[in-house]
């Protein structure tokens, strides 16, 4: 078919065009409707506290994806430095996802529990301190602001709209449940019940009677990684 | 593409009612750009019969090589694994004093310590062990040691983990003690490097330090240490209080340091890093621990 033929008809172009897109979007767009069945079962993936949300929402705002990346890539230096590779499950609850593309700073999806808040604390206020060749910036206004936790409920709201299985229970316990987190008190019982008993219930931040951001953040991080049960995982050929 | 040479047009004309025709030239591609282009689209489809590619109904094409990236790693690292297993092995079966006998045995087990070391332990004791004042970590290439400095007792500390705490004493921080108690405290325990100003607040810190604080509980009567140190004659319990009398000081050794660390508290937590410990998110091997030890004992300070 010549171009002219094809410039000169404004229909056929336009079916011509059509048909182009539609190939196009049906290569990128079909294989999005199996996505299911491309993420691991796994045991042991829950959605975030509403405590390590706000955490995470704070990871964004500060950009820390910007240099840390959350995707540990199935090669054996990175299983050897960072650990077992990281699992489509693990993101699942992710709004959206932190697996970046830099590693100025190194990879975070398994930092959870692999240092202590102590560290976390002194690694924010000035990471040169416990790492002198670090050049990572300092974060010491976190453990100062307190954690603006107002809206907790509405986020879980949101996030339950696109996917993430929060229940009535847990959104409207929302408040009460970062408190619990955070504060020694509250209401840990509750807490445990609603997201299981592996719920990390600390003063994260060196503050107790304090909920400050700080806190949030290294709830978040001392997360990140641990929720899967690999011992039951069966890794398939994929 | 030369000038002079006739190039075919798209055959519609604008404005040629003007005396200067418009045209659209309608060059093809390069036949090698072109070709290229085919070849492509081609390549794509051998690749999807040999590699995994699209997804169909819950699973997907799994590609006749039956190659996949999780399996590639799989042998990795076992074939890492399989050159490594003869002397991991011997290892895994010899005492640390055995291997620490055996130089080829020791220097393989530093080495690969020192990496194991640098990625999990480094953050917190820096590199090459030497600690940080910041959050209290211990420097380890010295020979002040809080559970002891000797292969097993290192071990044991990676294994399980230590948990100290130093309690806090002013009362506005949930201790039992007004500001001028801590005071005498405070000038007491600098009186064990010298360095009180003040005799009778020294004195008044000394009935304290041995009686109703009971400081010497846990760092001993003489202010040495959980680990040297005795109190009434006995030994400590291993809680990992440190030596007061010595220039090493894991908090500061300045004064307002000094009378915070008494006043507030302290609280150093060294993770368990065993097998089967929940309070990390990546546990070690035995073996790897075995190698960590070695290398933390050959930093310097090791007994």
Redo the contacts between chains.
């Keep these: 078919m010549?171009?002219?033929t094809i410039?000169?008809s404004i229909p056929l172009m336009a079916i011509l065009t059509l048909v182009l897109v539609s190939i196009g979007g049906l290569v990128e767009i079909?294989?999005l409707f199996?996505?299911?069945?491309?993420i691991e079962k796994v045991d042991g993936m829950r959605p975030y506290t509403p405590l390590e949300l706000k955490g995470r929402d704070i990871y964004i705002r500060e950009g820390c994806y910007n240099c840390h990346s959350q995707m540990i890539r199935?090669?054996?230096d990175e299983?050897e430095?960072y650990?077992h590779?990281s699992l489509a499950a693990e993101s699942m609850y992710d709004h959206p996802f932190q697996w970046g593309s830099k590693r100025t700073g190194p990879d975070l999806a398994?930092?959870?529990?692999?240092?202590?808040?102590?560290?976390h604390?002194?690694?924010m206020?000035?990471p040169q301190?416990?790492?002198?060749?670090s050049v990572m910036p300092a974060y010491p206004w976190l453990a100062k602001n307190a954690l603006d936790y107002g809206d907790i409920d509405k986020r879980l709201r949101a996030l339950s709209k696109v996917g993430v299985p929060y229940t009535e229970e847990q959104i409207s316990s929302a408040k009460q449940d970062l408190m619990a987190q955070a504060l020694a008190g509250g209401d840990p019982a509750g807490l445990n019940k609603r997201y299981g008993n592996k719920v990390t219930k600390d003063d994260f931040d060196g503050q107790p009677d304090k909920i400050s951001e700080l806190d949030a953040l290294v709830a978040y991080l001392q997360m990140?990684?641990?929720l899967v049960d690999f011992s039951g995982y069966q890794?398939?050929?994929? | 593409m030369s000038d002079n040479q006739e190039v075919s047009t798209t055959g519609h004309q604008w404005d040629d009612d003007e005396g200067y025709p418009l045209q659209e030239y309608n060059n093809p591609l390069p036949k090698w750009w072109l070709y290229t282009f085919y070849a492509t689209i081609v390549w794509s489809v051998i690749y999807w019969i040999l590699y995994p590619a699209w997804p169909v109904g819950g699973d997907f094409t799994k590609g006749v090589l039956g190659w996949s990236m999780h399996k590639e790693l799989r042998e990795e690292l076992d074939e890492a694994n399989a050159k490594k297993k003869n002397v991991n092995e011997q290892l895994a079966r010899m005492s640390l004093q055995e291997i620490a006998k055996k130089n080829d045995l020791l220097q393989y087990s530093i080495s690969g310590g020192k990496a194991i070391f640098g990625d999990n332990c480094a953050p917190c004791h820096g590199q090459g062990g030497i600690g940080s004042k910041a959050g209290g970590f211990p420097n380890l290439t010295d020979d002040d040691w809080l559970y002891g400095g000797s292969l097993e007792t290192i071990q044991e500390t990676i294994t399980q983990g230590r948990t100290g705490q130093m309690p806090a004493h002013l009362k506005a921080t949930g201790g039992a003690f007004d500001e001028a108690q801590v005071n005498d405290l405070t000038q007491y325990v600098l009186s064990f490097s010298g360095r009180s100003q003040d005799a009778a607040a020294n004195k008044r810190g000394d009935a304290l330090f041995h009686g109703d604080a009971g400081c010497n509980n846990c760092h001993g009567d003489q202010g040495n240490g959980s680990l040297k140190g005795t109190a009434g004659g006995q030994a400590l319990p291993p809680v990992g209080a440190p030596n007061l009398t010595d220039a090493i000081w894991l908090h500061g050794a300045d004064l307002v340091s000094i009378r915070e660390s008494i006043a507030k508290g302290r609280s150093g937590v060294m993770p368990a890093w065993g097998k089967g410990s929940k309070e990390v998110g990546r546990e070690l091997d035995p073996l790897a621990i075995k190698q960590v030890t070695l290398y933390v004992h050959s930093l310097g300070g090791g007994r």
């Design positions: 010549q171009h002219a410039e000169k079909v294989p199996f996505i299911k069945g491309t199935p090669f054996r299983a430095r650990g590779y398994r930092i959870g529990g692999k240092y202590s808040n102590q560290w604390h002194a690694h206020m000035r301190n416990v790492v002198p060749e990140l990684g641990t890794a398939q050929t994929r």
